[in-house]
């Protein structure tokens, strides 16, 4: 059996993927010949912005109309999750009902590799997948978030939360202790909200206090990291102390109390100040932090505001991200800046940044 698998669109705090692909690439035949393939696969599907989802239909549909008659489709990804917009998402479905066999939820890959040849995912986990290489081991612990952040897509679109079970995890981190694995990153899309669904309460600090009685494992990267809410429950009190947590990436988006109220980020640049030396207060703390340039209404002295923080906090490194618009955000009632505006304030941050020594890069067009 041949199987075609589609461009990967989507961002590297989705596990599903490496998942499907691992697992596929195991047991069949890849083909990058669409006519040839009995099934195609489209496992990485992203919806940012308009522009991006159109790009996605109209590439997978140009392939779906190059396949054998019996070949059958499959998507999962961000695509799958419902608009909260009623007329946009009618209208995905009903691109879905007409060019899509199985659509699988994007949380669900294990159903997506079990539609294919029933029974073939029996051997895999349910959610938490792991994967190492050498002396580093990825852990993705839960997927989504219960946020709603105006800038974020998690506003316009349903995005619940999934956990793996916290005992999964533990056998998980006991075999890379085992095993010798040096570091372990736990990732998410918010892993502060991990548990939630599961047990009414967040436990990532439970799993940080596992891995600090680990003796092999030496460091803990946390990678989708919310200030939000580790700010509102506290995480200082216990991050301060680990000496195994050097790693933290997560989103500041601007230091700027103005423009934090107006995206609905849910702390303000004191409060992230005060969380960051108090976590940084025993042990270094790598801090790699994104932003975003050219949020609507943005001007000259938020950025001056970020930049203050930035330099208070002194990240390990900054990602520039260039602001993006879409019509289903709340951000998109406000005046815009225009592409000329927002490559200007992204080029005044980076050059701050980089005659500062800050490593920096700039994402986005």
């Not at 009902?97 to 051997?123: C, H, M, R, S, W």
């Not at 803990?220 to 947590?245: M, R, W």
Request: with cysteine; aromatic share 12%; charged share 25%.
């Amino acid at each position: 059996m041949k199987i075609f698998l589609g461009e990967k669109f989507d961002c590297n705090l989705n596990y599903q993927y490496e998942l499907i692909a691992n697992n596929l690439s195991d047991k069949y035949t890849i083909t990058q010949n669409v006519s040839e393939a009995d099934a195609l696969v489209f496992a990485s599907t992203c919806c940012c912005t308009e522009e991006t989802i159109f790009s996605i239909l109209n590439y997978i549909i140009e392939c779906i109309e190059q396949k054998k008659p019996t070949a059958k489709v499959y998507l999962t990804g961000c695509l799958t999750r419902k608009f909260k917009d009623k007329k946009f998402n009618n209208w995905i479905n009903e691109i879905f009902a007409k060019y899509i066999d199985y659509v699988i939820p994007q949380n669900e890959p294990d159903l997506l590799l079990q539609k294919i040849n029933n029974g073939f995912a029996n051997t895999i986990d349910d959610f938490g997948y792991f994967s190492y290489d050498n002396n580093n081991g990825n852990i993705y612990i839960c997927n989504g978030c219960l946020n709603n952040c105006a800038f974020c897509k998690t506003s316009y679109q349903d995005y619940p939360l999934k956990s793996a079970s916290i005992e999964e995890i533990f056998d998980v981190l006991d075999y890379s202790n085992e095993n010798k694995i040096q570091t372990i990153s736990l990732m998410g899309t918010n892993i502060c909200q991990y548990g939630i669904d599961l047990y009414k309460r967040p436990r990532l600090l439970e799993i940080i206090e596992y891995i600090d009685k680990l003796d092999n494992i030496k460091n803990i990267e946390l990678i989708g990291f919310s200030y939000k809410d580790s700010i509102q429950n506290h995480f200082e009190d216990y991050l301060a102390y680990s000496p195994k947590v050097s790693y933290i990436s997560g989103s500041l988006e601007t230091g700027s109390n103005r423009l934090l109220s107006l995206i609905r980020k849910g702390f303000t640049a004191e409060e992230f100040i005060e969380f960051v030396n108090k976590i940084k207060k025993f042990y270094s703390k790598e801090l790699d932090l994104n932003i975003i340039s050219g949020l609507p209404t943005e001007t000259i002295d938020d950025i001056k505001d970020t930049l203050k923080v930035l330099e208070i906090v002194k990240p390990y490194r900054v990602n520039i991200c260039k602001y993006c618009n879409s019509n289903f955000l709340d951000l998109n009632s406000l005046p815009q800046l225009s592409n000329e505006q927002i490559s200007n304030n992204t080029r005044i941050y980076s050059n701050v940044l980089t005659r500062r020594k800050v490593r920096n890069q700039i994402i986005g067009f």
